[in-house]
């Protein structure tokens, strides 16, 4: 998860700068905190929405470094992994803090944390190297303060696929993904699992029986927005492609 150009520092220097930064009373300076953790440690359980999960984890992060909670005009934050529906799975958090600065620099200092379920404790080797191609999916950029607040149209185009099977091949990831992160469903995924049986029993094969069995009474669980028209949380930061088999 690296900027690209991005120089890859240690946890050990970030730390350092860290360090000097509180020492100096200088928390606003750019820095890219990294939480390495596993779903079933995240707070809340698998009935909590991934939302509450989700918030809660990224208001801890934000008050362990600044001593409050998660600030969207102040940080950016992404995410890799958060399969709620199952426990045991790594899965990683990552809060951007620019700074004051309307340039941040592209290389900023990486924190790079474990989380146990009660305490984050200070990783000192070198963010492994998966870990570092992964983070050039996630630039260090600033958000423009009229982005971050005007209203987006709720309608979107919808998805052009190049075929029948690219559709079913995305819908099918898209269903799993969903499943196993315990978001919202939306109508087009119900419809999906109406219309695709065999693609259904693909992800069903693939996800835990109590994630599956929201399919049964789903009621409770729709997005009214189509997933093209509308978009989760997560859509834009997991970018993971699960393999089909």
Same mark, same amino acid.
């Given at each position: 998860?690296?900027?690209?150009? #991005?120089?890859? @520092? ?9 360090n ?10 750019? +820095?890219? +905190?990294?939480?390495q ?16 999960? =989700? ?5 801890? /992060? ?11 005009? %102040?940080?950016?934050?992404?995410? =890799?992994?958060? !399969? ?17 600065? @309307? ?11 474990r989380?146990?379920?009660?305490e ?10 998966? #870990? ?5 999916h =996630? ?12 209203? !987006?149209?709720?309608? %979107?185009?919808? &998805?052009? =696929?190049?075929?029948?099977? *690219?559709? /079913?091949?995305?819908? %099918? %990831? ?16 119900? &419809?999906? #699992? ?19 069995? &929201? ?17 989760? &949380? ?6 993971? *492609? !699960?393999? *089909?088999?």
């Open positions: 998860m690296d900027a690209p150009n #991005v120089v890859d @520092p240690t946890s050990t220097e970030a730390a350092a700068a860290a000097n930064n509180n020492n100096n009373n200088t928390k606003d300076s750019p +820095v890219r +905190v990294l939480v953790t596993q779903t079933h440690l995240v707070p809340g359980d698998r009935s909590a929405g991934f939302g509450e999960r =989700y918030d809660a984890m990224v208001n801890l /992060i934000c008050q362990h470094v600044w001593q409050r909670d998660f600030d969207k005009f %102040r940080e950016r934050d992404w995410n =890799y992994h958060c !399969h709620f529906a199952v426990d045991k799975v790594e899965c990683w958090f990552l809060i951007d803090h620019h700074g004051p600065d @309307p340039s941040p620099p592209p290389d900023p200092p990486v924190i790079w944390y989380w146990t379920g009660t984050f404790v200070t990783m000192c080797d070198r963010v492994p190297g998966s #870990v570092r191609r992964e983070l050039r =996630y630039p260090f950029q600033r958000v423009a303060h009229h982005l971050l607040v005007q209203e !987006h149209p709720k309608r %979107r185009a919808p &998805r052009v =696929y190049k075929s029948r099977a *690219e559709e /079913i091949s995305v819908k %099918r %990831r898209m269903l799993r993904n969903t499943l196993l992160s315990n978001l919202c469903l939306t109508e087009s995924l119900l &419809r999906f #699992v109406q219309d695709c049986p065999d693609a259904a029993e693909w992800v069903k094969a693939r996800v835990p029986p109590e994630a599956w069995a &929201r399919l049964e009474d789903p009621s409770e669980f729709v997005l009214p927005l189509e997933p093209e028209e509308g978009h989760s &949380r997560t859509e834009s930061s997991d970018r993971v *492609e !699960h393999p *089909e088999s």
